[in-house]
């Protein structure tokens, strides 16, 4: 059993180093890679912003496992969701951004459903039905499509006669609904909590809502009402403020991490819709929070199987025995919260600015989402790491050493080197 | 040399200096206890001597305020981040004084807090801290000035938690960080509202947009923008209704609370003022707000510092009585006054911080020499008072008259129960959702 892990691990790994790697060959130009027969038609998109999201995408996952590699029990299905949400990435119709979409989200569903019992008390109601709802509603739009002979069309190209009211508040529910956004949000507790956080961060880091809502949405939302755009902008940033409140007081510290990142992916969308200087912030912001997020979760992770740390109801004082891990954790929260210096600074910057443009009052209701997220940050970072630790904690060093540390440090370097230097970063995004 | 470069200096070394301390850690190999003395002596000494020297060149040869225009930061479309620093008499006075205090109490600290865990840690955070507050001092724009207030502000909550294994210090550097995070809020909608409003953060350029303001019918913005600026100075400076969080900062190492919340980073409030003054003073309102706001918190802390038993506290009250009175000196538009106060009081302040622990100790072991000099009654005011009025008063001040009861009641009831309230409707939605499912599967 241990060998096949072994091998399974070493096989996930090589998957992520190639196809980072074919990403950066990628980049030069941007292409369309179309794999198509008389039945079905697959068509990619390898535009810069595609590959931009996959180069994060596999990068969180490189750096984040590396380091906790040996403690980690990873499952055959992480490799099959790792790739759909690579698919879902580089969707280019809407065939294809259904097909992986829909089987990305039936692993979960397939285990919900059998393990739907109850008696023992392990449901996700919330998951089944949004599953069972957002499949039928995006089936319904891949008629539409096909009726409209647009399925082989780019996701970017759709006319504006697609976009009726009725398609564009389903296309909209399908992507708040993808993303967690406040009030289609409650599959989100449900996955969190009965998935390891690799599996759950190939739901979260491959941004299935945020790229339909770039790619799709965003040109469609052109032609309605300004009232109507700002009425999309509130419910994000009103759905990024309800999740950090409940990250604020939700017990479990790994789905207090998870309704964190839900929050930030949020303020990303509200930014993607503030025209092109929001896109900018937003972008940046994506690659903060994609890195930071799971290098804090593959930490609090390691914790959670080394001290048996899963509430944050009381202080753990962990920083006694890891000391790096705990300056690790305390530089990507900062890094998060927009501190000086820091990359999070540049795109916070840029968010709010672009957002007070749109209106005065959004930007501040952004200021105060940004405000209870250092807040929150900083309280996590002080439960787990501060304070006096428990007696039943081991009296040994449970550091990682700094060989199994460099991909953290390298996050740090790079969070570091482009906070203080953003116009570089700025310039390099597509 | 001129006022340019000897401005670059005090920007570069301190940043070079953390940049090497910080890859020291990095590379796992952190400066030795030595070392690291050797190096802030070395650096202490230039950082004060610079600071000195600009204070000196600035005032001797009369040198008229000016602004040092940089590449922006970064730039896309029509956003820039504008880099513009600002010296004239107020950015030279408050750099000599920070780096002339704080070259003191990292002096002082090489001995205090000799072989105590994480003394590397706290000479890091301390020239962070003087970084940010070069940041503040010189900036010419509320941009880079929320830079150095941001540096400023994490290492003041870091420090707080410096004796990290004691839970009570963690809780109140998380309080401090809410504080902190508030008046954060102020200056950064301050300066987002500006830049959309006014076109520019500079402080030279807001104070000259107000007529065009108050002319196309926008005077609300001017206000806004100023009430903004105004609460982002009572948080830093702990004036009502954001007070409660100075005495529970006092948990970190005294040499920390010295130069945090006796000296530096607690006269940045007034600082504030009076560097957005030509802004601030072009309506009567504003300076009300300044003015009512210092002298309600100069009376309640006054009086609530009489109550308090233990030195680091009654200090913090006693900074906080005399931050008071210089946000009525501001009001009323005595600037140099306040100016003058601020360096008085943050010089005075820094010597009670550091003699307050040793001082006790004296008097310990020698009570009849300190007798007469420390315990000596004084004049009060309070002696007017019938004795009856004078139980009343102090009961309140020592309950705070009920201010910290309120502000934690009002976030309880206004933050965490509509939360506590949110959650249990999201549950019962849950249960709903798996009502329905079960309903579904039924056999």
């Known amino acids: 059993m241990e060998a096949i892990q072994k091998r399974l691990s070493l096989i996930t790994f090589s998957s992520i180093y190639l196809i980072f790697f074919l990403l950066l060959f990628f980049i030069i130009e941007g292409t369309h890679l179309n794999i198509s027969n008389a039945d079905f038609i697959l068509d990619f998109d390898l535009s810069p912003f595609s590959i931009f999201v996959a180069i994060i995408y596999c990068l969180s996952f490189a750096l984040s496992l590396f380091p906790t590699k040996e403690h980690e029990n990873l499952r055959p299905q992480f490799l099959s969701l790792f790739f759909l949400g690579l698919g879902i990435i580089f969707s280019n119709t809407i065939f294809t951004f259904f097909v992986f979409w829909s089987f990305h989200r039936l692993i979960p569903f397939i285990h919900f459903l059998k393990n739907f019992d109850e008696n023992s008390g392990r449901k996700a109601g919330s998951y089944i039905l949004a599953h069972v709802v957002g499949f039928s509603l995006f089936l319904y739009l891949v008629f539409q499509s096909y009726e409209m002979n647009l399925l082989t069309t780019s996701l970017r190209n759709y006319p504006t006669t697609f976009f009726t009211f009725p398609h564009l508040i389903i296309l909209i529910f399908i992507s708040f609904m993808s993303q967690g956004i406040f009030p289609l949000h409650q599959w989100g507790t449900d996955l969190i909590s009965s998935f390891s956080w690799q599996e759950v961060s190939t739901f979260l880091i491959s941004r299935s809502g945020i790229i339909l809502f770039y790619k799709m949405i965003i040109p469609g939302l052109s032609s309605r009402p300004i009232s109507f755009q700002l009425a999309i902008m509130i419910i994000t940033i009103i759905s990024s403020i309800y999740w950090i409140s409940m990250a604020m007081i939700e017990k479990n510290i790994h789905k207090a991490i998870g309704m964190f990142y839900l929050s930030q992916a949020s303020l990303i969308i509200t930014g993607l819709q503030a025209g092109p200087v929001g896109v900018k912030g937003a972008l940046i912001q994506m690659v903060v929070i994609s890195f930071a997020s799971t290098t804090m979760w593959s930490i609090t992770h390691y914790l959670d199987r080394e001290f048996k740390l899963n509430s944050q109801t009381s202080f753990h004082g962990l920083a006694r025995y890891t000391p790096r891990l705990a300056f690790v954790f305390i530089m990507m929260a900062f890094s998060v919260i927009a501190l000086p210096l820091g990359l999070g600074f540049a795109s916070e910057d840029l968010l709010v600015h672009a957002l007070l443009e749109h209106a005065h009052w959004l930007g501040l209701f952004h200021i105060l989402a940004a405000c209870l997220n250092g807040i929150f940050i900083y309280q996590l970072f002080g439960k787990i790491f501060l304070g006096t630790p428990k007696n039943d904690i081991p009296q040994a060093n449970f550091d990682l050493p700094y060989r199994r540390l460099i991909p953290y440090y390298l996050i740090i370097v790079f969070f570091l080197g482009t906070g203080l230097f953003p116009q570089w970063i700025i310039g390099i995004l597509p | ?443």
Not at chain 2, 55 to 60: D, P
Not at chain 2, 88 to 97: E, I, K
Not at chain 2, 295 to 316: E, I, P
Request: include cysteine; charge should be positive.
């Open chain 2, 1 to 443: 040399m001129s006022m340019n470069t000897l401005l670059y200096l005090n920007l570069i070394i301190p940043f070079l200096f953390i940049l090497t301390l910080g890859l020291s850690f990095f590379s796992g190999r952190p400066f030795s206890e030595k070392n690291l003395q050797r190096a802030w002596t070395v650096t202490s000494i230039l950082i004060a001597l610079l600071g000195l020297a600009q204070f000196a060149y600035f005032f001797i040869n009369n040198i008229q305020a000016q602004s040092v225009h940089l590449p922006d930061w970064f730039s896309f479309e029509e956003y820039h981040f504008e880099t513009v620093f600002l010296i004239d008499y107020l950015s030279v006075t408050y750099g000599a004084l920070s780096a002339v205090i704080l070259s003191v109490i990292i002096k002082f600290s090489f001995n205090y807090l000799y072989k105590e865990i994480g003394y590397f840690r706290f000479f890091f955070l301390i020239g962070l801290l003087y970084f940010g507050l070069i940041l503040v001092c010189f900036a010419g724009t509320l941009d880079i000035l929320f830079i150095g207030w941001e540096l400023v502000g994490t290492t003041s909550v870091l420090l707080i938690a410096f004796f990290y294994q004691n839970t009570s210090s963690v809780r109140n550097s998380i309080k401090a960080l809410i504080g902190y995070r508030l008046c954060d809020m102020g200056i950064l909608a301050a300066s987002a509202w500006a830049h959309h409003h006014i076109g520019s953060t500079e402080f030279v350029t807001m104070s000259q947009h107000v007529y065009e303001l108050s002319h196309e019918g926008h005077f609300y913005i001017y206000i806004v923008i100023g009430l903004f600026i105004i609460w982002a100075s009572l948080a830093k400076s702990a004036q009502l209704p954001f007070s409660a969080w100075l005495p529970k900062a006092m948990e970190g190492p005294t040499p920390s609370s010295a130069v945090f919340y006796g000296a530096l980073s607690i006269h940045l409030g007034p600082y504030l003022l009076l560097r957005a003054a030509p802004f601030l003073e072009q309506h009567w309102s504003l300076t009300l707000v300044i003015g009512v706001l210092g002298g309600l918190t100069a009376l309640y802390a006054t009086l609530v510092g009489r109550t308090r038993s233990d030195a680091k506290t009654m200090l913090a009250y006693a900074t906080m009585t005399q931050l008071g009175i210089i946000f009525v000196e501001i009001s009323l538009g005595f600037y140099k006054l306040a100016l003058i106060h601020m360096v008085a009081n943050a010089s005075l302040r820094s010597w009670q911080f550091l003699r307050a622990s040793s001082l006790i100790q004296d008097f310990q072991e020698n009570p009849l020499v300190y007798q007469d000099t420390v315990i000596k009654r004084q004049f009060s005011i309070e002696q007017f008072f019938p004795l009856k009025w004078r139980m009343k008063l102090y009961i309140h001040a020592l309950n705070e008259f009920h201010l910290d009861y309120f502000t934690g009641n009002f976030l309880k009831y206004f933050f965490f129960y509509p939360i506590e309230q949110f959650k249990k409707f999201d549950r019962g939605l849950m249960r709903m959702n798996n009502s329905i499912v079960s309903f579904l599967l039924r056999k």
